[in-house]
């Protein structure tokens, strides 16, 4: 692949990026979240077009218009998130893009179950090829789509982060696997920020940050804490501004004890009144996956929450600590607001309570109108008025009516997830604004986010998790860049 | 396991089957005639045309669309036929234009659908008024009498006294239930059913199998609309009202998820079928007013969605 290049709308994803793979070779793709490692992949697996480059495979130029193209070519993807169908065999979803025909019209099942049987057995997998899928672990549906790649005799091979829903057993398998691939002289890609994983899977790798490639060489010739530096570069380095010690506090929420099937085991940490409590850890580590679960959105077995009221610690049901939060999702557009209604009935809609007449509860709306004109002004919503669509606001106004309605509830505890993404940097100043004054009014922050610069500005407390286990607490001036993610990378601070 | 959950588990995986015995049971103690061959026969004479629209929607639903049409497109294809033996046509070219109707029906319900991204329930529910309308254009009449050739055609039997329709029905189910099972059309079927993303992703040409199912349940309800007027020799205006209900109906009590991607058609729908007609004919039977039959029918579908949200729940 060389010179590609790829634009989504505000941000430049790929620039100018050359990518050189090796038969027999597995090559690593690292680099921090969001530095463009899934969008060149995608480039090459034929999901996206790229606005520049070309993709050369065996000296024969190519050219993708859909991920099927790349997939005849002998590219196989094997996804983050897995695909597959739950209430098809196993064996049947194995070879869904080429069934097996016994003749024109009736599709081979023995074959199928028996050619299925073969490659699971390469991979030492317990699973039947005959089981329905919905009754497979949900960790080991991910070897599918590898048994998958290998029965289409696909060429080059993109693994995206393959272990992170494996166990470890399911994870020597996998690299026992990849080795087979390499001496039969496939070409690997295998993208990770795991760099243990990097270190021992990989004969080269290349780094990528911001879209640009940064560093490439031989695994051989380096080692974690190069690769590392590679990674995170040498950006000029953001001061904290000011950051409060928040430690002796009153706890407001105590966590314990959250479980997440493969991500988190038994995480918990206590929340303090008015401060910004950052969650910090690489893509997959299981930071939304701790919300949803304290907060009961997701089942899952265990976890226990206390609330302070009145000094005493008291035990709190999930879906009641629900109700007291305020929750702001990584998807606004999805799960944060009702587009298509005029921002008003945003604002008010978590706390209708306080707006309906005590016989009848209807709704007092002048009154629900002219309070959210002072929220308007509060968090400086651009909006020519309070009765526009939801849908005609930039992202970054949409955000704040976000936190408008929550603030409008009266909720003392909110937990922000991703609050900045995708929208302008004003806004997002003007956000960050907004979680500064919180604080300083005593309301308490959980604030999720994968931009360095956006913890070190804010927190004043990060929790680091890594394996499932939050494995580290830094405060003060150790909330820098460089720390974060040496420690979340590789569990480690950098001094 | 525990004995309790085994016994939990028995009752929510075959609930649906000890439903069925439950009612015959039921019916069967009440009246003495109603457990005999020749009621069997005349309760499968009486839901031929069901299994043949339900055999024709359960592609649809199972790829994760919905097909409210085939009401409609059985009474306009019993339009054309009507007309295309008036305007003296052979018996076998009639029903081959009955059955093309039915066909492009299915081909422009499933190009809108599949290629102009319309949602299809809203889509089939709507353009069904139309198609309505169509067929009662073609028969001209509320009612209006058909040609002998018609009514000889509906009376015959095959030996042991099984009347031809039945059978073709039969088959009709029979050959749908294999094709969904054992061809690719039908593996993809499910697998879009499942997840259209995924589907995407691996490469299954999804708008080719959504059309392709859409046809499938038109040219099915032609068929049913055949069978509905040769067994009365005459063509009116209330045919294949209500029967996308009863179809969809058939369905869901056999099993088959309305999320897509789930169900058999045999035993399930067949049995679904069964079962309201199994209904409908043993409260006949037992002299129960007519007006009984819809509230005994709304029992029976919702005990089994019941069952059916009990299991999907215990899945989760």
């Not at chain 1, 919905?134 to 693994?159: D, H, K």
């Not at chain 1, 494996?166 to 996998?174: A, I, P, V």
């Not at chain 1, 109108?369 to 020519?384: A, M, N």
């Not at chain 2, 929607?57 to 049409?69: E, F, H, K, Q």
Request: overall charge positive; aromatic content about 8%; glycine content about 10%.
């Amino acid at each position: 692949m060389s010179n590609i290049t790829k634009e989504f709308p505000g941000v430049k994803a790929l620039d100018n990026v050359c990518l050189y793979a090796e038969e027999g070779r597995v090559l690593g793709l690292i680099g921090i979240n969001g530095a463009g490692k899934s969008t060149l992949m995608n480039v090459l697996g034929g999901v996206y077009k790229p606005d520049g480059g070309t993709i050369e495979l065996d000296g024969k130029e190519m050219i993708f218009h859909s991920p099927s193209d790349a997939y005849n070519a002998g590219i196989a993807f094997i996804h983050q998130e897995p695909q597959y169908f739950l209430s098809l065999t196993v064996a049947e979803n194995i070879f869904i893009s080429d069934l097996y025909m016994k003749n024109k019209v009736f599709t081979d099942k023995k074959k199928m179950m028996e050619e299925a049987e073969k490659y699971l057995s390469i991979i030492a997998s317990n699973i039947r090829p005959d089981q329905l899928l919905e009754n497979v672990a949900i960790g080991q549906r991910q070897v599918i789509e590898i048994v998958r790649a290998l029965t289409a005799g696909a060429n080059v091979i993109i693994f995206d982060e393959p272990t992170s829903s494996l166990g470890r057993q399911e994870k020597e398998n996998l690299f026992k696997t990849i080795n087979k691939l390499k001496a039969e002289g496939k070409i690997i890609i295998y993208i990770s920020h795991y760099l243990d994983e990097i270190m021992e899977i990989c004969d080269d790798y290349i780094v990528l940050r911001d879209g640009k490639l940064v560093n490439q060489g031989l695994i051989s010739e380096t080692d974690k804490s190069g690769l590392s530096n590679m990674i995170i570069g040498q950006k000029l380095e953001h001061l904290k501004k000011k950051s409060i010690d928040t430690r002796d506090r009153e706890t407001v929420l105590t966590v314990e004890d959250i479980h997440y099937g493969n991500l988190l085991h038994g995480v918990g940490f206590e929340l303090k009144k008015g401060e910004v409590l950052g969650i910090w850890g690489l893509m997959g580590s299981g930071r939304t996956e701790m919300i949803r679960a304290m907060l009961g959105l997701d089942r899952v077995p265990g976890g226990k929450a206390y609330i302070n009221e009145n000094g005493n610690k008291l035990p709190i049901k999930k879906n009641e600590l629900l109700r007291k939060v305020g929750y702001i999702t990584e998807g606004r557009h999805f799960d944060g607001l009702f587009l298509s209604k005029p921002v008003w009935k945003n604002v008010t809609s978590a706390n209708l309570d306080a707006y309906t007449s005590k016989i009848f509860h209807m709704l007092n709306i002048k009154k629900e109108y002219e309070d959210t004109k002072k929220y308007i002004d509060l968090l400086q919503i651009k909006v020519p008025n309070a009765g526009v669509k939801m849908a005609t606001l930039s992202g970054g106004n949409q955000q704040k009516a976000v936190f408008a309605k929550w603030i409008c509830k009266g909720a003392d505890i909110f937990i922000l997830d991703e609050p900045t993404r995708g929208v302008d940097v004003g806004a997002k100043l003007g956000i960050h604004k907004i979680i500064r004054e919180l604080a300083s009014q005593g309301k308490s922050v959980i604030l999720i986010t994968s931009e360095a610069d956006e913890m070190v500005d804010l927190a004043d407390r990060v929790l680091i998790l890594r394996g499932g286990k939050i494995i580290s607490e830094q405060t003060g001036a150790d909330i820098n860049q460089k720390n974060l993610m040496m420690i979340a990378l590789q569990g480690v601070s950098a001094s | 396991m525990t004995k309790a959950m085994k016994y939990r588990e028995f009752f929510l995986s075959n609930g649906f089957y000890l439903l069925c015995i439950i009612v015959i049971v039921i019916f069967s103690c009440l009246n003495r005639s109603f457990f005999t061959i020749e009621n069997f026969f005349s309760i499968l004479l009486a839901s031929a045309f069901l299994c043949a629209t339900t055999a024709g929607v359960t592609p649809v639903i199972i790829s994760g669309n919905m097909d409210l049409s085939v009401g409609s497109t059985a009474l306009l294809c019993a339009g054309v036929m009507y007309q295309s033996f008036h305007l003296g046509m052979p018996d076998s070219v009639t029903l081959l234009l009955g059955i093309l109707a039915g066909a492009v029906v299915g081909l422009i319900n499933g190009i809108l659908v599949a290629k102009l991204k319309f949602n299809s329930m809203v889509l089939t529910l709507g353009l069904q008024i139309g198609y309505r309308g169509l067929g009662l254009m073609l028969i001209g009449g509320t009612q209006v009498k058909l040609p002998e050739a018609f009514s000889v055609f509906g009376k015959k039997t095959i030996p042991g006294g099984l009347n031809v329709m039945v059978v073709i029905c039969l088959l009709v189910m029979l050959v749908l239930h294999v094709i969904l099972k054992r061809t690719k059309f039908g593996t993809y079927c499910y697998a879009i059913g499942c997840s259209e993303t995924a589907s995407e992703r691996v490469g299954i040409p999804i708008a080719k199998v959504k059309i392709a199912a859409f046809i499938i349940s038109g040219v099915c309800a032609a068929l049913a609309g055949f069978v509905v007027i040769s067994r009365l020799g005459i063509a009116h205006s209330y045919i294949g009202k209500k029967m996308e209900f009863d179809a969809i109906e058939a369905a869901v009590i056999g099993g088959i998820s309305l999320n897509g991607g789930r169900g058999n058609l045999l035993p399930g729908a067949l049995l679904g079928v069964f079962l309201i007609y199994v209904i409908n004919n043993g409260l006949s039977i037992i002299g129960a007013s007519e007006y009984v039959y819809p509230f005994a029918q709304g029992i029976i579908v919702f005990v089994a969605m019941y069952l059916d949200a009990l299991k999907n729940f215990r899945n989760k």
